[in-house]
C-alpha cells in the first residue's frame, strides 16, 4: 500500500463542517502537514503539526493527530466555495527535508 | 513571506525540441530546490533535488540526461525536459527550502508549470 493514504473526493454543502482523513505508515514521522492545491496553481501550506501533539487549532482549520493508529484529520469548520480544493497530507522524518504526500483529496463545496 | 515564482506558467512545445523551466525564490535564499511532477488525479512526484552549486540528484526511475537541472545561484534553479515527447506533457511543480527558521524546514512552492507536447 502507499505510505500516505487519503480518499480521493469529498463534497459538502456550503456552512457544513468538513472532515478530511489521512493515514500514513512510517511510524517515525515527525512532522505531518495539510496543503491546499487550488486549480493550476502550486502547494499551500494550511497547517502542520509536530507528532507529540494531538490537537492543533488555527481559525477554521483543526488537525487532530492519533499517532496510534497514525491517523491524521483535518476540519474546516463553516467551509466555503472558496475552501473548494485539493488537500494533500504529507508527512516528514525529522532529519528529512523531504515529506511524502499523499494523492490528495478533492473538497467540492455545493450550496 | 517567501514567495516562489516559476516561469513560464503555460507552455507548448513541439515534440522533439527542448523547453527550459525557471524556478525563483523571490525574498530568500535557498540553497535546496525541488522539482516534482504531478498527473491528473495523482500525487506529486519528487523528481530531484537541486543543490546550489553542486549536481541534483535525481530520484529512481528519473532520466537525468533528459530533464537537466542547473541552480547557478541561491535564488534560482532551472529544469530543461530536453527533446521532449509527448508522455512529458504534465505539471511541473517547484518548491524552495526556507532554512534558519528551525524545523519543520519549510517547503515554499511554485505555482506550477503546465507543459504540453505536441
Known amino acids: 500500500g502507499e505510505d500516505v493514504e487519503q480518499s480521493l473526493f469529498l463534497s459538502v454543502r456550503e456552512g457544513d463542517s468538513s472532515v478530511i482523513n489521512c493515514t500514513y505508515t512510517d511510524s517515525s514521522s515527525t512532522y505531518l502537514y495539510w496543503y491546499k492545491q487550488e486549480p493550476g496553481a502550486g502547494l499551500q501550506l494550511l497547517t502542520y503539526?509536530?507528532?507529540?501533539?494531538d490537537m492543533k487549532q488555527d481559525q477554521r482549520l483543526t488537525v487532530l493527530l492519533n499517532k496510534k493508529d497514525k491517523h491524521l484529520s483535518l476540519r474546516i469548520a463553516d467551509t466555503q466555495t472558496g475552501d473548494s480544493a485539493i488537500y494533500f497530507c504529507a508527512e516528514r522524518r525529522g532529519g528529512s527535508y523531504i515529506p511524502t504526500f499523499g494523492r490528495g483529496t478533492s473538497l467540492i463545496v455545493h450550496p | 513571506g517567501a514567495v516562489v515564482s516559476q516561469h513560464p506558467s503555460r507552455v507548448i512545445c513541439k515534440s522533439g525540441t527542448s523547453v527550459k523551466i525557471e524556478c525563483r525564490s523571490l525574498d530568500f535564499q535557498a540553497t535546496t530546490m525541488f522539482w516534482y511532477r504531478q498527473f491528473p488525479k495523482q500525487s506529486l512526484m519528487l523528481m530531484a533535488t537541486s543543490n546550489e552549486g553542486s549536481k541534483a540528484t535525481y530520484e529512481q526511475g528519473v532520466e537525468k540526461d533528459k530533464f537537466l537541472i542547473n541552480h547557478a545561484s541561491l535564488t534560482l534553479s532551472t529544469l530543461t525536459v530536453t527533446s521532449a515527447h509527448p508522455e512529458d506533457s504534465s505539471f511541473y511543480i517547484c518548491?524552495?527550502?526556507?532554512?534558519?527558521?528551525?524545523?519543520?524546514?519549510?517547503?515554499?512552492f511554485g505555482p506550477g508549470t503546465r507543459l504540453t507536447v505536441t
Open positions: 503539526i509536530f507528532s507529540n501533539m
Open positions: 518548491s524552495a527550502l526556507k532554512t534558519g527558521t528551525g524545523d519543520p524546514y519549510e517547503q515554499y
